[in-house]
């Protein structure tokens, strides 16, 4: 089954895949059941050394993905308007996103 992700977006995700969330989505669990953020501390109070462990768990899955979009971010494509042809846009994605993926391997 497809649950819509994000309504303002309008994105479907399907219920199956785990998607894990900086503490900015703190309301996404009711949307999509297969997820999971950091919890914030509350205010005045501290996190238990449970809480702190799953935090920790949790940022340390997520940080692999966050280093390889800063490494995408850099050539600019997704942040200013593409000027050139649809047809190319697909194809420049694909070769950007290769080459972080290839200096990972090495």
Avoid: W
């Avoid at 768990?57 to 649809?86: L, M």
């Amino acid at each position: 089954m497809i649950l819509p992700f994000i309504k303002s977006v309008g994105c479907l995700v399907c219920e199956g895949i785990l998607f894990q969330g900086d503490s900015g989505y703190q309301g996404i669990l009711k949307l999509h059941k297969n997820s999971e953020t950091p919890k914030k501390k509350p205010r005045g109070g501290m996190l238990s050394v449970a809480e702190k462990l799953e935090t920790r768990r949790i940022s340390r899955e997520r940080i692999f993905v966050e280093n390889i979009i800063a490494k995408f971010k850099v050539f600019k494509i997704v942040a200013h308007k593409y000027r050139n042809r649809r047809k190319c846009f697909e194809l420049r994605t694909s070769l950007i996103c290769g080459i972080p993926n290839y200096e990972n391997k090495k």
